[in-house]
C-alpha cells in the first residue's frame, strides 16, 4: 500500500444514516458516503510529546529561581506549590482523540474529538461495524 501524500480534510460534524454516513463540513456542502465506499474508520489517542511535558513541568523550577531573588519565602512556597500542581495537572491529562474515516479511493477524512464526546463516537463506530458485518453475510447467504 503507497504511503498517502494528500492532507486529509477535516469535518465538523458525522451522522448515521440508511445507505452510509454523512460528512458536514463547515464551510462547504454536505458529503455522503456509502458504506461500500468505506476502507478503514478508526480513532487514535495523542497525547503531548515527552519534550513539551519535560519543558512544562520544568516551569514551576524556573520560576522559584526567578521568585527567590524577589519575593519573601513563604509566597515562594505557596506560588510554587500551586503552579507546580496545576501544571503536572495539565500535562499529565493532556490528551486528545482524532476520528479517522477513509475511504477505498484513499481519500481521508478527520475530526478532533474531545474526550468527553469520545463514547459518541465508538457507538457510531459499533453501528458502521454491525452494518459492516450484516451487509457480508448477507451478500455471502445469497451467492
Known amino acids: 500500500m503507497a504511503k498517502k501524500t494528500l492532507k486529509s480534510t ?3 460534524n458525522i451522522t448515521y444514516s440508511k445507505n452510509g454516513l454523512v460528512l458536514h463540513f463547515k464551510n462547504k456542502d454536505k458529503v ?3 458504506f461500500e465506499n468505506l476502507n478503514k474508520m478508526y480513532m487514535r489517542k495523542f497525547s503531548l ?3 513539551i511535558e519535560l519543558f512544562g513541568i520544568s516551569v514551576p523550577f524556573l520560576f522559584v529561581v526567578f521568585a527567590i531573588q524577589y519575593l519573601d519565602l513563604y509566597l515562594i512556597v505557596i506560588a510554587c506549590i500551586l503552579m507546580a500542581l496545576l501544571i503536572f495537572k495539565i500535562v499529565i ?3 486528545w482523540y482524532r476520528f479517522y474515516v477513509v475511504l477505498k ?3 481521508e477524512f478527520s475530526k478532533s474529538v474531545q474526550l468527553n464526546q469520545k463514547s459518541e463516537n465508538m457507538s457510531l463506530l459499533e453501528k458502521v461495524y454491525t452494518e ?10 445469497s451467492a
Open 132 to 141: 459492516y458485518l450484516y451487509r457480508n453475510f448477507n451478500s455471502m447467504t
Open 10 to 12: 477535516k469535518f465538523d
Open 32 to 34: 455522503e458516503i456509502p
Open 49 to 51: 510529546n515527552p519534550l
Open 105 to 107: 479511493d484513499g481519500t
Open 93 to 95: 491529562n493532556h490528551k
